[in-house]
């Protein structure tokens, strides 16, 4: 698509998504005390995810509009649109069907698009890790990758579009009750195997990758790591702490952030500090949170020191620490993950250290522009002496 048609079709798609979803949270906060509890859909956890899911059409418009020959932005806009189509037809059938029966028309309609329109953003999802950040697949030898991924989504689509067509007769039934056995089978093998294979092609295409690209990846790989470790946290809380619900959809979001930051190509540089500084202050965060436990379980139950007494000599312990455990955990991850800003640290040291003993103004200036070239490799080097006393 051209540049000048993109944005307004990218536009167009985003807006539509967006009233879709804040259509059917207007719907869900209206209707909240008129259905039963189980079925309610508004409190603050569902409101965030929401929120959050109206980031996708608009990082999709961004992508789209701006680099419109990449499909990433075109897929989260599809991506968007469903999710969308899914919230607003499922509490407007919850309106039409049981918090005000028969009000509305073309109830069962709406719970038929809700029932069968869900695959539809994980296809999306899937096809991103085939095509990310190019837009392109690798190379022709993924194309049976992409066409597994596809055919997948494709039978799947259609197997719960069947299901729901049942659900006419038999409104909000279980979605095990509206599939067949079979297809319910098959689904629970070829879902997880389209996903693998996604997943192994955005893998084998970081481990392969340099330069540019491999920044792009890193940005992508750093914010699904946090999107699993949140996960895992929401899983074990077997999704009843609406604190790991925010910080699952808040990784969800850093994620949108992430994708858009490495198709658009924006500060990709930055990446290695991110990580540096996020490995740091967890690394340091988790260090003094079991000291200060460690010091306060001492105080009070080795040596009985009063609580106030031992919380507050703990909390100034753990205080004093902390500027000299982040200097030397900081410099430990930057030797790892950030070497070149380890480096030129270094190199910057290094050279102070000549300069304490140097006299030869011509030798401090050609120290200088070594030490620059190789700490921070410029494409051109000029110094300007003033020697006028």
Known sequence: MRARTARPVAGCA??????????????AYVDRHLVPASMTAWDFSDVFGDVVNMAIPVMGFVLASQRPRNRIGWLALTAGLALGLSSFAGQYAQRALVAAPGSWPAGSAALWVSTWIWPIPAAMVAFLFLLFPTGRLRSRRWRPAAWF???????STAAVMAGATRQWAHPFASFGQLVSPPALAAMLI??????????AAIVVRFVRSAG???LQLKWFAAAAV??????????LTNSNSVAAAILNNLALLCLDAAIAIAVLKYRLYEIDRVISRTLAYAIVTGLLVGVYAGLVLLATQVL???SPVAVAGSTLVAAALFSPLRSRVQRAVDRRFNRARYDADEMVAAFAARLKDAVDLDAVGADLAGAVQRALEPAHVS?????RR
């Open 212 to 214: 540019e690209e491999r």
């Open 190 to 199: 070829c879902f997880p195997a389209a996903f693998v294979v996604s997943g």
């Open 226 to 235: 946090l999107l699993v470790v949140t996960f895992i946290a929401l899983v």
């Open 304 to 306: 009985a020191i009063k």
């Open 383 to 387: 110094m300007w002496i003033n020697n």
């Open 14 to 27: 985003a807006a539509g998504s967006l009233a879709l979803m804040a259509g059917g949270s207007i719907l």
């Open 149 to 155: 991924v596809g055919a997948v989504f494709a039978l």
